[in-house]
């Protein structure tokens, strides 16, 4: 017997593969070229689950069919590898954090290359290599020399338990998203990056980008411009000689400003403190550390406030206000300092209300307005000179007045804050920074890259510095151009620096000159296909952004943007959950309910579920079952693990499922037993063309010129299997190469040259059964670089025309006609009245009329 083995097929082709080099990148730049890109992975110690290769599986259909459509391709891989995971292992069990990568990353190749990706293996990176990460100390220095990269003390994320500095993303209601610890606010002296400098040039490249709209906007929204005032509220009495400067979108209602606010964190409270509050703040100033910054702006929250003993003067009115301090205001959006307008400020009113503070209206609201604050246009009031003027026209009068009185300018401000660029951990790239007499100093590139020094211990030091810190020997150095005592900078990058530029390595991963070559860069550049998930919709993407964008500055890259078009495919879930059924028009526990036998739950569990309607229903049935899916995780036991899917149906079986699923964006429920469709269908793919008895060719496959029909079937397969791999619309490229396989069973023989085309279809989906029966065929070179299949839509056209027959408007028959006859009204009439189902109502009746529309239907009216 020579049935379909997918195990035996699949590792002879992996083997030729990498044999052979299949997918290594071409080095000529002769043809037009396709950059498909990853985003790579972090390799952790659980490995893949079914979800992650997705996304991989659908690059690598795109790369395989540009090549065979004459594309060079660069399809590359590698490993986003520094991390705190890793670290906080190390902590756990004394295993270096190298070790632990090397580990998983072997363990993650595997696996990749057990689903036949067609990565250029000899092209894969890593971050954690000093060869690789020497360059991105390289990208940080020039980031330095243009005065983007500074050291200052900030308030920042402070995880005790984890001895490191979190970026806002990786905390998560006041606790670290890693362990659940709690998280303080603290100033901390940090490496920060000036991405606001290049806030304006991230905001107007998107423009030019092919993304999803939805990813744009919230780039858009987190880098979040907005125009408006610059004013100065100068401190009122003994504190004359200070000035608060807020920023506000709104400087029309000035007059409504009742009272400010400053954010515990600003460095004007201690100043103006008075004595008799100053305990009241510090306590105050305490609790707000506690809580992140999502906890401190949620608006439902309960408003929460001191007041600091100090007043302003409001420079438009000369009243003087309270001065306040608040968490609603952050240190890190704006001045830190807000002058509150409650009569036009949700948030303001419930703390004017809550602390018995005026509220001042400066915008009319219709008659019919019922509410609070009055946030919408209208004609300014209790305003002075304002008085009367729309919100534009107010905007404008009172901006010119600012200026005129030295108040006051137009400013822009920005939501984004430049970016804490340093960890206190071990697993991170080392700045490549020493300090002389306390200053910071760039070292020069022939000294990287500056490497990890070995440590036993891998948690800060008792006086809570950094883990580097304890390798005194390294630490302690000399300034290579003046020979002075210098001490090693102790932070480490964050796992952001390796992933913001790991695109540019791959187009020359071993060039020595710099990160990239320049010549490779421009022909490569920018990645025509980026997909990956929309958990990076906004960081990685932005830094990535910023860090290119500085790059083409300084003339190591000649293109602006690196990612022209991204795609972010869909969270496959879990496995369905079946919480219960519809019994009498009630909904039942599936487990627990009474009068449900266990036959009836196993029979509801094993049957398809579809959707339909707001229901799931067991199909053909009208059933309906309440079901469930959920993220794949551990801690819920629903993680599949693709090594068993492959083992039990191959690699093709998987790649076709994971694409069949639905559409590539879309959101999935994953189901194993459905994995058997797709794995009937390769076999019967198989069983077409190879005798399961010889396990050569069947005698139908033969050399022969194919018939209309079956030249019509195959062409109509490649229109559409074109069409949907140009448009990732993969499932509907499979349900074509299905219809197309029922098609071809009905045929008496199987023309060699519609085959070969068809596996040509199939191979970028299925490439092992592809390769294989494309040797079998009689090729001896891979089906890797063979010519996509051309359509000719000349084939399209069948040799015959279908008439429905109709009798009094109903449709009795039907008929096939040369398409040359088509349009003969006597030939198609008489075929039309032989049909035996048709002659009957003749021959009962008289035949009063005859109704012929050319190449569409034939009508008879009887009485």
């Known amino acids: 017997m020579s049935s379909y083995n997918p195990d035996k097929i699949e590792s002879k082709w992996q083997q030729y593969w990498q044999s052979n080099k299949t997918f290594k990148t071409p080095e000529s730049h002769d043809k037009p070229k396709y950059y498909v890109l990853d985003m790579f992975p972090y390799p952790s110690g659980s490995g893949l689950h079914v979800g992650h290769p997705e996304g991989y599986t659908a690059t690598d259909i795109l790369a395989r069919y540009k090549r065979m459509n004459g594309f060079n391709v660069l399809h590359p891989i590698g490993w986003d590898a520094f991390g705190l995971p890793a670290e906080q292992y190390a902590v756990k069990t004394g295993t270096h954090p190298r070790d632990t990568t090397e ?10 290359q057990s689903l036949g990706f067609s990565y250029d293996w000899d092209r894969e990176v890593n971050t954690t290599d000093p060869d690789y990460y020497k360059w991105t100390q390289w990208i940080f220095l020039k980031l330095y020399e243009k005065g983007l990269a500074y050291e200052d003390d900030v308030p920042v994320n402070w995880c005790p338990e984890l001895g490191t500095v979190l970026a806002n993303e990786e905390v998560i209601d006041g606790k670290s998203e890693v362990g659940g610890y709690p998280v303080i606010k603290k100033p901390m002296r940090q490496w920060v990056l000036k991405i606001t400098e290049y806030a304006d040039r991230l905001l107007e490249g998107l423009d030019e980008l092919d993304w999803p709209q939805s990813t744009k906007e919230m780039q858009r929204n987190w880098i979040g411009k907005s125009i408006g005032a610059e004013i100065d509220f100068a401190v009122a009495a003994a504190n004359a000689s200070e000035h608060i400067k807020v920023f506000t979108t709104r400087p029309d209602t000035i007059f409504g400003a009742t009272y400010m606010v400053l954010a515990p964190e600003h460095d004007l409270v201690n100043r103006i403190t008075s004595d008799d509050q100053r305990e009241a703040v510090e306590e105050y100033k305490q609790q707000a550390a506690q809580k992140s910054d999502l906890e401190r702006t949620e608006l439902s929250k309960e408003k929460t406030g001191v007041f600091t003993g100090a007043y302003a003067v409001n420079p438009a009115s000369g009243e003087k206000i309270p001065v306040w301090v608040a968490d609603y205001v952050l240190a890190t959006y704006g ?3 807000i ?4 009569g036009q400020d949700e948030r303001d009113w419930e703390f004017a209300e809550k602390f018995d503070l005026p509220i001042i209206r400066t915008v009319e609201p219709p008659e019919d307005f019922v509410g609070k604050a ?5 004609k300014a009031i209790n305003s002075d000179f304002l008085n009367g003027l729309g919100v534009d026209e107010a905007k404008t009068e009172i901006i010119a007045w600012l200026e005129e009185h030295g108040a006051g300018k137009k400013a822009v401000n920005y939501k984004l804050r430049d970016w804490l660029f340093s960890r206190q951990r071990y697993w991170g790239e080392p700045f490549p920074i020493i300090h002389v007499d306390g200053e910071p100093k760039p070292l ?20 809570g510095d950094p883990p580097l810190a304890r390798a005194e020997k390294w630490v302690k150095t000399t300034d290579p151009e003046t020979g002075k005592p210098a001490v090693r900078e102790t932070n480490t990058m964050p796992q952001w620096a390796g992933s913001c530029w790991y695109y540019l390595r791959y187009c020359s991963p071993d060039f020595e000159g710099g990160p990239v070559d320049f010549d490779e860069e421009k022909y490569w550049m920018p990645v025509d296909m980026y997909v990956g998930g929309a958990e990076h919709s906004v960081l990685h993407l932005l830094y990535a952004r910023f860090w290119h964008k500085v790059l083409y500055d300084c003339g190591v890259v000649s293109t602006k943007e690196p990612f022209q078009r991204l795609v972010h495919q869909g969270m496959i879930l879990g496995e369905m959950e079946f919480t219960g059924y519809k019994k009498d028009g009630e909904w039942i526990s599936a487990d627990l309910a009474e009068g449900v036998s266990g036959t009836e739950r196993i029979k509801l569990q094993d049957e398809r579920v579809e959707k339909k309607g707001d229901h799931f229903v067991v199909a053909g049935t009208d059933c309906m079952v309440d079901a469930k899916a959920h993220k794949m995780s551990k801690s819920r036991g629903n993680v599949v693990n693709p090594d068993d899917i492959v083992e039990q149906y191959g690699a093709d079986s998987m790649r076709l499922y994971e694409m069949f699923m639905g559409p590539l964006e879309q959101v999935k429920p994953w189901s194993t037993k459905d994995v058997d469709g797709v794995f009937r269908f390769l076999n019967r793919v198989w069983r077409l063309m190879i005798d399961e008895d010889t396990g050569e060719l069947n005698d139908t496959v033969i ?56 596996m040509k279809l199939l191979s970028p989906f299925a490439p092992h059964i592809a390769e294989e029966l494309w040797q079998k065929l009689g090729n001896e070179e891979s089906i890797a670089y063979a010519d996509w299949p051309e359509l000719n839509e000349e084939y399209l056209v069948s040799d015959t025309q279908m008439y429905p027959i109709q009798v009094n408007g ?28 048709v002659a009957k109502y003749l021959d009962k009746g008289k035949l009063v009329k005859e109704i012929f529309v050319p190449e569409r239907i034939v009508n008879l009216v009887v009485q």
Request: glycine share 4%.
């Open 339 to 342: 002058m509150a307008v409650p």
């Open 703 to 758: 050399e022969t010129d194919p018939s209309g029909e079956q030249l019509k079937v195959l062409h109509e397969c490649i229109q559409k299997v074109t069409g949907d791999v140009d448009d990732l619309s993969f499932n509907t490229a499979i349900s074509a190469m299905m219809i197309f396989i029922n098609e071809a069973y009905k045929w008496d023989n199987h023309p060699k040259s519609v085959l070969q085309s068809f």
């Open 444 to 463: 020069d590139e022939e000294h990287l890259p500056v490497t990890l020094p070995e440590v036993e211990d891998f948690e800060p030091t008792e006086d």
């Open 335 to 337: 001045t830190g300092a």
């Open 374 to 378: 009055y946030t919408g246009e209208g």
């Open 810 to 837: 109903k449709v009795r028959g039907e008929i096939y006609v040369p398409r040359d006859k088509a349009k003969d009204k006597e030939y198609v009439l008489a075929e039309a009245k032989s049909v035996e189902n």
């Open 103 to 112: 580990k998983n990353i072997n363990r993650f190749r595997e696996q990749l």
